[in-house]
Nanobody, 131 residues
């Protein structure tokens, strides 16, 4: 059973930085470990969940929403089954609950990632940006 855990949220001032972490594991051996996609999403109060960024675990290809391009950066440590979302120069509109999600194929990796393409989700971690 695939498990996803996301953490690292907190409160930060406008222009500051924060790093979120996503641990993912439990994939079926039927699916190649090099062909997985991990995505980050966020949801502000009263708004729909939106895709932020995604990374192909087998090749480091990354995909970003236009709203975060140049400010957010994805990286990964496959030995630790962990994907990191480095958030720099954050803005108040970056506030929301951030969720990590995983798929056992690279089909879900696109810019921006789409929530419906990901079957496995973390519990979410809150990010609050104050001015």
């Amino acid at each position: 059973q695939v498990q996803v855990m996301d953490f690292g949220g907190g409160s930060v001032r406008t222009g500051g930085s924060l790093r979120l972490s996503c641990w993912h594991s439990g994939y079926s051996y039927e699916y190649s470990p090099s062909r997985r996609c991990v995505g980050w999403f966020r949801q502000a109060p009263g708004k729909e969940r939106e895709g932020v960024a995604a990374i192909w675990t087998g090749g480091d290809s990354t995909f970003y929403a236009d709203s975060v391009k140049g400010r957010f950066t994805l990286s990964q440590d496959n030995a630790k089954n962990t994907v990191y979302l480095q958030m720099n120069n954050v803005k108040p509109e970056d506030t929301g609950m951030y969720y990590c999600a995983a798929d056992q194929s690279t089909d879900a990796c696109r810019a921006p990632p789409v929530p419906g393409d990901f079957p496995y989700w973390g519990q979410g971690t809150q990010v609050t940006v104050s001015s």
